[in-house]
């Protein structure tokens, strides 16, 4: 039986990561107990949810289904990322949303907040178009990167400085299939910082 190019996929994967960090488990366990919680805190108040695409569309998928209250979604593509690793600090709006948030409960629906530059200006706003309130769940946080304070209403898990791919994180577009969290070999990205 000859191999397919999936298997050449998995051992290319296999050996462009150091280690796993967050286990597919893991990640289901951090989802659901804050899925629970916030359906509790939104339960009568017809909650949307805001992902930003690409990286949160596995965590949006995952949360939304473990909610146990009915939701709407939407999407924003933004950018603060030049031609590098780092953010610019300059947001760009590629793709807004197609809902009107005025007088809505919205639950941002973040894979990671790294600098917090995107999250913060976002959070902004979405209060200057007039949502009735605006919260957050970020399945993975990076403190050592932080420049902008945010407020997490609802905390995954801390982790370190490491460029971490998979569960919709992504090195050049790839890994984002990964269905645990893992910490990409330096060697691949050459000296770049997640």
């Known amino acids: 039986m000859s191999r397919g190019l999936g298997d050449v996929y998995k051992r290319q994967v296999q050996e462009d990561i150091d280690h796993e960090l967050i286990s597919k488990e893991e990640i289901s ?3 659901n107990r804050a899925a629970a919680q916030a359906s509790e805190d939104y339960r009568g108040k017809n909650p949307l949810l805001v992902c930003v695409l690409k990286g949160a569309v596995n ?3 995952a949360f939304s289904q473990a909610m146990s209250i009915p939701v709407q979604m939407d999407f924003m593509s933004l950018s603060s990322y030049g031609s590098g690793t ?3 600090g300059k947001i760009t709006v590629r793709q807004d949303l197609s ?3 005025r007088g809505r409960h919205v ?3 973040e894979d990671i907040i790294d600098s917090g530059i995107t999250l913060a200006w976002l959070v902004d706003e979405l209060k200057r178009r007039r949502a009735a309130s605006v919260e957050i769940f ?3 946080e990076k403190p050592a990167r932080r420049k902008v304070n945010v407020d997490v209403k609802y905390k995954g898990r801390e982790i370190p400085d ?3 791919v998979g569960f919709g994180l ?3 577009e790839y890994y984002r299939n990964l269905d645990s969290i893992a910490v990409l070999k330096p060697s691949v990205y050459e000296g770049g910082q997640a």
Do not use: H, R
Request: net charge negative; hydrophobic share 55%.
């Open 99 to 101: 809902t009107d948030v």
């Open 138 to 140: 970020a399945l993975l």
């Open 170 to 172: 992504d090195y050049d």
């Open 29 to 31: 366990d951090i989802i």
């Open 86 to 88: 780092e953010s610019s």
């Open 162 to 164: 490491e460029f971490v």
């Open 107 to 109: 639950l941002i629906v």
């Open 59 to 61: 965590t949006l998928a």
